[in-house]
């Protein structure tokens, strides 16, 4: 069964903390994606990766590093966390243009 | 900045009815289109992607395209409460998929 997994479905941290967030996906897809999902404002693109060691910045980058040094692992990086970083975290993958599927989300909450 | 625009709803349609969702987005040189469904609490689930200009169905889903309007569309025939959802508009245009809003649709019995 393909799949994107995220490692942690709820996450609470603390301002100033540096956090992690990993996607894996076992599809062998080029595209990986993060977005974040706030009530009323949609998915918004943080970042996202079209192959190995590349990466884009989305609508949102501003706090956010993104780390690709397997094809298969996207790992979102807040360097120091805030309070306004509180949201859900959404990772996808996608091949090309095509549709993207999305892991179950990391539900992060800094303090 | 690329944009995507829904309707915002929330829209409620009786059980049987048809529902429809729009959408227009801003990048003229956007090449492919998707529907996504998300249930409260849970990741959004693919439900139809649209290439090329016109109609295309599945099931009683048909998705509408009109890439000189820059507008697509979702139409749900014959409603049913489990259809009860937000529903997303998503286009890609660079490899830089991006996401309306959301339209939450509640289907009454």
């Known amino acids: 069964d393909v799949k994107v997994t995220q490692s942690s479905r709820y996450l609470v941290k603390r301002t100033g903390e540096k956090v992690f967030l990993e996607c894996v996906q076992d599809?062998?897809?080029?595209?990986m994606f993060w977005y974040r999902q706030d009530p009323g404002l949609g998915l918004r693109l943080i970042y996202f990766?079209?192959?190995?060691?590349?990466?884009e910045k989305g609508d949102i980058p501003e706090g956010y590093s993104v780390s690709r040094e397997k094809k298969e692992r996207f790992s979102l990086i807040l360097e120091s966390a805030s309070t306004n970083q509180t949201s859900m975290y959404l990772c996808?993958?996608?091949?090309?243009?095509?549709?993207?599927?999305f892991g179950p989300g990391t539900r992060l909450t800094v303090l | 900045q690329k944009e995507v625009e829904q309707n915002s709803g929330p829209l409620s349609v009786p059980e049987g009815a048809i529902a429809s969702l729009n959408c227009t987005y801003s990048?003229?040189?956007?090449?492919?289109f998707f529907w996504y469904r998300q249930y409260s609490g849970k990741s959004p689930e693919l439900i139809m992607f649209?290439?090329?200009?016109g109609d295309k169905e599945d099931g009683r889903f048909t998705a509408q395209l009109n890439k000189a309007s820059q507008y697509v569309s979702l139409l749900i025939r014959d409603s049913q409460p489990s259809d009860s959802a937000t529903y997303l508009c998503?286009?890609?245009?660079?490899?830089?998929?991006?996401f309306g809003a959301g339209t939450r649709l509640t289907v009454k019995p």
């Open positions: 599809m062998d897809h080029e595209n």
């Open positions: 996808a993958s996608s091949l090309w243009d095509g549709p993207l599927l």
């Open positions: 990766s079209y192959d190995v060691k590349m990466k």
């Open positions: 649209i290439y090329s200009n």
């Open positions: 990048d003229r040189g956007s090449q492919s």
């Open positions: 998503a286009v890609n245009g660079d490899n830089d998929m991006r």
